[in-house]
């Protein structure tokens, strides 16, 4: 299935090499000038070959081959792998030329360590390769990115299948994924929404699905929220409150806490919240609302214990008619055991 992608079109990738006619012997190119027209390379320069050229193209791993282009290029063999490299002569008498022949190898190598089918050089920046993915995709990379994938340091993330991830969780939503950030953040992506309103959301955001359409409905951002005050113990033993706004401010509460945990919660939560109010009397809200939700709790409890002696008696109501019925409630005679006199011993 094809996705639209967050990223924009991916230029075509060019070779590193050029043939020389008529034998069509590959010409590695170095990377500062691939982006030269190809017939430029074919041409000798009829100037000499001095023979201390020769001498320190030696000593370098190369050999001399010939002039060509103009006066400032040569063509060197290497000495490891016997590739032909187009060099400017002063690189060869004041630094070490590379081969470009062995740095490609080396390059395509690396991509099927990783997994991948290197397909050429990005034209625009030469530390940026252009490989196939396997899932078919072309995704650009830096070469040293690739090679940490190779060693199994990162993994590859495709932005085609990445961004067919993101339509899907826009489609839950309602949404539907339009394109990258204009302001270029990455983090961002412009969506459509049912009603045909255009926004630009939080990936983070759409997944948690906290936000809304600017243009219809309600949302978390307009929804009544609730003040919270949480009671933290860091591992130090430093003890802090932490005091917020929620929409749901028990969403993370777990089934293991009861009402009577809620309670001393908010009663510890009283004392601090007091304590604060003392010095400040912008925490007066809160402790109002703290002792509101006391009240709301100490009632929950309350009736709970009602809600289970009215369910006793439902369960044994019937059981108590029907023993009436047939001889009335159970009583103790005088012969009982238990019914005697005051001062009178109980037989053993």
Not at 214 to 241: D, F, H, K, M, Q
């Amino acid at each position: 299935m094809a996705h639209l992608t967050h990223t924009s079109p991916k230029p075509a990738p060019i070779r590193p090499h050029i043939y020389i006619a008529p034998s069509r012997t590959k010409l590695y190119l170095p990377r500062g000038s691939r982006n030269h027209a190809p017939k430029s390379w074919t041409r000798d320069y009829p100037g000499p070959i001095k023979a201390e050229w020769t001498t320190v193209a030696r000593s370098k791993g190369f050999d001399l081959i010939r002039r060509i282009r103009d006066k400032s290029h040569v063509v060197l063999r290497c000495h490891t792998c016997s590739a032909l490299t187009a060099q400017k002569l002063y690189t060869l008498r004041t630094a070490q030329p590379a081969c470009a022949g062995c740095r490609h190898r080396n390059i395509v190598a690396i991509a099927q360590k990783a997994g991948l089918e290197f397909l050429g050089y990005d034209p625009e920046y030469h530390k940026l390769g252009i490989y196939r993915a396997p899932c078919g995709h072309t995704v650009r990379r830096q070469f040293g990115q690739i090679e940490r994938i190779a060693d199994g340091r990162c993994k590859l993330r495709c932005e085609t299948c990445h961004s067919g991830k993101e339509a899907e969780e826009a489609a839950d939503r309602g949404w539907r994924l339009q394109g990258s950030d204009p302001e270029g953040n990455p983090n961002y992506r412009i969506y459509r929404h049912g009603c045909g309103h255009r926004q630009r959301v939080a990936r983070t955001n759409m997944r948690s699905g906290r936000f809304q359409c600017a243009a219809c409905g309600e949302g978390w951002a307009t929804a009544p929220s609730n003040i919270y005050a949480i009671r933290l113990e860091l591992p130090s033993g430093l003890r802090v409150v932490k005091l917020g706004f929620s929409r749901d401010p028990r969403i993370n509460r777990t089934s293991t806490r009861t009402s009577g945990d809620d309670l001393s919660r908010l009663q510890a939560a009283l004392q601090v919240v007091a304590f604060l109010l003392v010095d400040d009397p912008v925490y007066a809200p809160l402790f109002e609302r703290l002792e509101e939700e006391i009240r709301h709790e100490e009632d929950t409890l309350a009736n709970g214990a009602q809600a289970r002696a009215r369910a006793l008696l439902a369960r044994t109501g019937a059981g108590l008619k029907t023993k009436s019925a047939q001889g009335g409630m159970p009583h103790r005679s005088a012969n009982h055991p238990d019914h005697s006199e005051p001062g009178q011993a109980r037989a053993p």
